[in-house]
């Protein structure tokens, strides 16, 4: 029984093929645009060789540490959400008061396009797996993106990462996409004939 229903869907889906349909090919040749679904994956970085890569996280896809006793860290993600409200829960893990709007903060470049450069000091009150620590600092860009925003965040002792900043904002322009092209591909649409 399974055979002859197997066959007679095959005969049923060949039969339905009109003959008056023809086949148009179509390549595509473009430039690689951040809007590409596997951009995050393709990101090259160009760290300082003083930082050293760890294991990266569900949210992190480059992971760093850096500092004298390599108390600094650094981290590179895209999350979910909008500018504003990162960085205001950003501020307020260091009690500072949230911003009213993306005038409060700086403006840098990162991957072609501008992005906010939030920055706190005092003691962060912990959260996100982190214990509260006194006299901490954060240093953080965050660009917007279609659906979500790219973060790039270092956190530590506020003399290390006050020392680590420049680091930061270079690392933050050294960030490209690594695979320019996208590679010519073929696809077939059947049109039906008028």
């Not at 906010?116 to 993106?145: H, N, S, T």
């Amino acid at each position: 029984m399974r055979i002859f229903a197997l066959t007679s869907l095959c005969i049923l889906a060949l039969s339905s093929c009109d003959s008056g349909e023809k086949t148009i090919n179509v390549s595509e040749t473009r430039e690689r645009t951040l809007f590409d679904e596997r951009f995050s994956a393709d990101i090259k970085d160009h760290p300082p060789l003083s930082w050293r890569a760890i294991p990266t996280t569900q949210f992190r896809l480059k992971n760093y540490l850096t500092g004298p006793n390599e108390e600094v860290q650094i981290a590179f993600g895209i999350v979910q959400g909008e500018v504003l409200g990162n960085a205001n829960r950003w501020l307020g893990q260091f009690g500072v008061s949230p911003a009213a709007n993306l005038d409060f903060f700086g403006k840098v470049p990162v991957l072609g396009a501008q992005a906010y450069l939030v920055e706190a000091e005092g003691d962060f009150g912990g959260g996100m797996g982190q214990k509260a620590k006194a006299d901490q600092a954060l240093v953080g860009i965050i660009r917007p993106q279609r659906d979500n925003v790219i973060t790039i965040k270092m956190t530590g002792p506020r003399e290390a990462v006050a020392a680590a900043r420049d680091e930061l904002l270079e690392y933050a322009k050294s960030l490209e996409v690594h695979s320019p092209q996208i590679t010519p591909k073929e696809n077939q649409f059947q049109l039906p004939q008028s």
